[in-house]
Antibody, heavy 117, light 109 residues
Framework: QVHLVESGGGLVKPGGSLRLSCAAS????????MTWVRQSPVKGLEWISY????????YYADSVKGRFTISRDNAESSLYLQVNSLRVEDTAMYYC??????????WGQGTLVTVSS | EIVMTQSPGTLSVSPGGRATLSCRAS??????LAWYQQKPGQAPRLLIY???ARATGIPARFTGSGSGTEFTLTISSLQSGDFGIYFC???????????FGQGTKVEIK
């Protein structure tokens, strides 16, 4: 079955960077569009980025555009999110999901990013 | 951005009872509406997509309805495992600017 495991979160100071990873298994990763969604007590659930199955097309929420970069390695069945110029308001649990038509079919367990001085 | 508003914020229901959750979009999303369930410490789980289609493995007591701007999730004969927070999400926008509601908590009465 579909299995997604995120990693790479942690405590980082404002302005810092992290690289989040999502290891996929149990399905043909290269056939699926993927997204990153985050959740915080303040903002709730927030879609932040989407990548096409080949990696050719990427989209971002306005709140992260220019600071976050989504990418994928289909040979390694892995999804990534490079998060730069972090702000306190980026503090959240970050989930990777498979995506079909924009709905999030399968979710990982999440990785927590905390931005604090 | 399409704003999704859910009501009520909290719903208290007895086991075996019926829960009716509402989700309103600030502009039409056609039938591009999904419902998710989240339990404490877990990721959300897809329940309903395309406003009324049940995801794989979701029992028939979960029913989604609506189109346009008004949507409903009905949970009949609530079981203990059904308590949690339910979110709606629209995926009508392209390029994507998909948005979630703030959630309805279904708790044991």
């Amino acid at each position: 079955q579909v299995h997604l495991v995120e990693s790479g979160g942690g405590l980082v100071k404002p302005g810092g960077s992290l690289r989040l990873s999502c290891a996929a298994s149990g399905f043909t990763f290269s056939d699926y569009y993927m997204t990153w969604v985050r959740q915080s007590p303040v903002k709730g659930l927030e879609w932040i980025s989407y990548i096409s199955s080949s990696g050719t097309f990427t989209y971002y929420a306005d709140s992260v555009k220019g600071r976050f970069t989504i990418s994928r390695d289909n040979a390694e069945s892995s999804l990534y999110l490079q998060v730069n110029s972090l702000r306190v308001e980026d503090t959240a649990m970050y989930y990777c999901t498979t995506s079909r038509k924009g709905l999030m079919e399968h979710w990982g367990q999440g990785t927590l990013v905390t931005v604090s001085s | 951005e399409i704003v999704m508003t859910q009501s009520p914020g909290t719903l208290s229901v007895s086991p075996g009872g019926r829960a009716t959750l509402s989700c309103r979009a600030s502009q039409t999303v056609s039938s591009n509406l999904a419902w998710y369930q989240q339990k404490p410490g877990q990721a959300p789980r897809l329940l309903i997509y395309d406003a009324s289609a049940r995801a794989t493995g979701i029992p028939a007591r979960f029913t989604g309805s609506g189109s346009g701007t008004e949507f409903t999730l009905t949970i009949s004969s609530l079981q203990s495992g059904d308590f949690g927070i339910y979110f709606c999400q629209q995926y009508n926008d392209w390029p994507p600017s998909w948005t979630f509601g703030q959630g309805t908590k279904v708790e044991i009465k």
